[in-house]
Each structure stands twice: as structure tokens, then as C-alpha cells.
């Protein structure tokens, strides 16, 4: 009785083991499976790549077997993973022969994460956001960083378990290679991709007409067309402090021979040839000649001046002309020049003659001379004297 149970429990586990141990009929389901799904990535791979062997021999001076046939067979099916001398659909990968092209022998199952493409999805002035395209990348890690070109520094941003990453920071009008590393339980790939960042825009800021306030400084506004960045000046140089302001504010507070120099700055970079304008002063200040006393041999003048722009020095200085009116202007004689009172009496005159006297006035803060002309000065006549008396 032992016996025939010991014999029933043996033939039952031998019937379990031949149905499910060490894979039985269940792993050769999984295998059958298997050898379908690769049948069939075969058969599609075949189609794909007889299309293209066709199109080859039509396009004989187009088709280049590495650029052309990687474009032609993504274009047929995006899912068809094509690298180097591998092509692969559904995870299951074989050998290519380009040069035909055709299928080669199976190369086994994908199971690593595999990138399809890298792309960028926007750029700035001082940012790029790539987007990765990948497959077999459940639960995967994303390492980012780029390299600007030229340098061999890696900057690594982040890792990350998302497919979007932007990376900010970035020179204007630079050109940068992004990596991308893409690490799963199975595996691990990378990618690049190049780019340049965008420039900043040019010669978009104009400066308006010089103002002078009238006590000495001046004033200018600033406007720009564009928008989306920040709008900065700086006074006499571009190496310090940038300060911003709104397009049509005026700057104010400039003197004489200041230069203001704008940008645009977009919060990393600023705009390399930035607009300038030179406060200069071109008026000549503005000059009064008053009439002093008059007797028959002198006649006695003041001066005074303004300048509504620079303003004038604490030092003026006069020079004073005169000439008989009806003379020629090249006539006027410099009786005292660069002193620095402000009236002034010219002697040894005759009697009962018209003069015209001249006076130039230096300077204001710009270093201009103003100028100013007092008409038909008759000097007085001696009781009972002839004419042209002098003394």
C-alpha cells in the first residue's frame, strides 16, 4: 500500500515538471511569442528595406546609405530603429548591409533604453529646451549637461526623471552640444545635439534730442522697438554698474562731453555693441553789451553773459573791440583782451564820431566763446572845438 502511494506521488511530479518546470509548456508559449513577434519585425524590416532598394535605383545620385536610408526608412515607420550597422523593430534587432540594402542575421532582443531622437523645442537669448524622443526608458534617469564649443568642460544641470530639461544661463550667439544620458536597470545610452543661441537683436535703441535743463545739465531719453528684454544705460563707461529704465524715460543729470551708452539685456547677457550719444554743448553762450558813459574822447561799455546750456566757468574773461562804424568788420582793433573785468573804457577817441565795439566773452563749461556787438556810439563834442578834434 506504501509503495503504490510513493508510486502515484512520483508519476505526479514527474506530470507537473512536464507541464510547468524549468519552463515547460508556459516557456514554450513565452518562446513561441517571441519567435511571432520577430517573424513578423522581420517581415516589416524586409518590406521597408525592399522599398528602399527600389528607391535607391531610382534616386541613384540622391541616396547615400547613410544619410538618405536612415531618413527614407524613418519616413516609411517612425518605430524602426536604424544605427549604424543595426535595425531594429519592436525591440528586436538585426544586422543592416547598407550598402544593398538589406537584412542580416537576428542580433537579439532591445532591452536597454534606446534614443530616437533629440530635439529642441525652444530657444532664447540665454536658454535652450531640448525634448528627448526614447524607448525602453521605464523608470529612467536623465542626465543633462552641455559643452560650449571650443571648450572641453562638461557642465553637467541636473539628472531628472523627465524627458524636457532647459538650460539657462547661456551666452547669446554662442554655439553649445547638449548630452543627454539616459541610465535604466537594463542599461544605459547617450545622445547630442548642437545648437546655437539666439543673438541678441542689434541697433534697435535710439536716443533722443539733447535737452539742457538750463542749470547746467541736460537730459536725453532713451526708446527701443523691442520687447521681452530689459533696456539699461550707463554714463562714460560699460564696464560698471547697468542701470534700467523703461523705453521713453529720459536720463537725466549729464554734463558736458558725458557719454551714455544702452543695452539690451535679457538677464544673462547684454547686447555686445551697445548705442551710444555724446552730450556736447554746441551753443555759444549768449552775450550783452550795455552802453556806459560817453564823453567826446571815450566811451565806456559793460558785458555780460549767459549760456542756457553747459552754463558758464567761474573765470570769464573779456576781450574788447572797437572800430568806426561804416569800417569793414576785419577793422575791429583789440583794445584789452582776456581780462577779466566786465566793463571796459575806450580812450583817446574824437570828437563827435560814431563807433561800434565788439566783445567776446570765454567761456562756458564747453570752452565756447560768445560774442556780442554794441552799434553807433557817438562820442560827445567840444563846445565852440572844430571837427576831428582828438584832444
Known amino acids: 500500500m506504501v509503495l503504490t502511494i510513493i508510486i502515484i506521488i512520483i508519476l505526479a511530479t514527474v506530470a507537473i515538471n512536464t507541464i510547468f518546470g524549468d519552463g515547460g509548456l508556459i516557456n514554450s508559449t513565452n518562446i513561441a511569442k517571441i519567435e511571432a513577434e520577430k517573424a513578423d519585425a522581420r517581415e516589416q524590416l524586409e518590406l521597408v528595406l525592399a522599398d528602399a532598394y527600389m528607391e535607391k535605383n531610382l534616386n541613384k545620385e540622391e541616396y547615400n546609405e547613410n544619410e538618405y536610408l536612415d531618413k527614407y526608412v524613418q519616413g516609411k515607420n517612425p518605430e524602426i530603429y536604424i544605427e549604424g550597422e543595426e535595425i531594429g523593430l519592436n525591440g528586436y534587432i538585426f544586422e543592416l548591409d547598407r550598402s544593398v540594402p538589406k537584412l542580416g542575421k537576428y542580433k537579439g ?26 524607448r525602453n526608458v521605464e523608470d529612467a534617469d536623465y542626465t543633462y549637461s552641455y559643452q560650449k564649443v571650443g571648450e572641453e568642460e562638461w557642465h553637467e544641470v541636473e539628472t531628472i526623471k523627465n524627458n524636457t530639461c532647459t538650460i539657462g544661463n547661456l551666452e547669446s550667439n554662442e554655439s553649445y552640444t547638449i548630452k543627454v544620458r539616459i541610465e535604466t536597470k537594463e542599461g544605459e ?19 533722443g534730442e539733447v535737452e539742457w535743463v538750463g542749470d547746467g545739465t541736460a537730459s536725453v531719453a532713451i526708446n527701443t522697438s523691442e520687447e521681452g528684454y530689459q533696456l539699461q544705460y550707463q554714463k562714460n563707461s560699460i564696464e560698471g554698474q547697468w542701470t534700467t529704465i523703461e523705453s521713453g524715460e529720459k536720463i537725466t543729470g549729464l554734463v558736458h562731453n558725458d557719454t551714455v551708452y544702452g543695452r539690451l539685456f535679457d538677464g544673462v547677457n547684454g547686447t555686445k555693441e551697445e548705442a551710444s550719444v555724446s552730450i556736447q554743448d554746441g551753443i555759444d553762450p549768449i552775450v550783452t553789451v ?7 574822447n571815450s566811451i565806456t561799455v559793460s558785458a555780460s553773459a549767459v549760456d542756457n546750456e553747459s552754463g558758464m566757468v567761474d573765470n570769464v574773461t573779456y576781450t574788447y573791440y572797437i572800430k568806426k562804424t ?38 562756458d563749461k564747453a570752452g565756447r566763446t560768445g560774442t556780442g556787438t554794441l552799434q553807433n556810439q557817438v562820442t560827445t563834442k567840444v563846445g565852440g572845438a572844430d571837427g576831428g578834434l582828438v584832444t
Request: cysteine-free; overall charge negative.
Open 189 to 207: 545610452t547617450e545622445g547630442e545635439i548642437s545648437t546655437t543661441i539666439g543673438e541678441l537683436p542689434e541697433g534697435t535703441i535710439r536716443f
Open 290 to 296: 550795455s552802453p556806459g558813459t560817453i564823453t567826446t
Open 109 to 134: 532582443q532591445e532591452t536597454g533604453p534606446r534614443i530616437r531622437e533629440i530635439k529642441i523645442t525652444n530657444k532664447t537669448t540665454n536658454s535652450v529646451t531640448i525634448e528627448v524622443d526614447a
Open 326 to 363: 561804416g569800417e569793414a568788420d576785419t577793422s575791429y582793433i583789440a583794445k584789452a583782451s582776456n581780462i577779466p573785468q566786465n566793463s571796459y573804457t575806450f580812450t583817446g577817441l574824437t570828437q563827435e564820431t560814431s563807433y561800434d565795439v565788439k566783445v567776446e566773452v570765454v567761456g
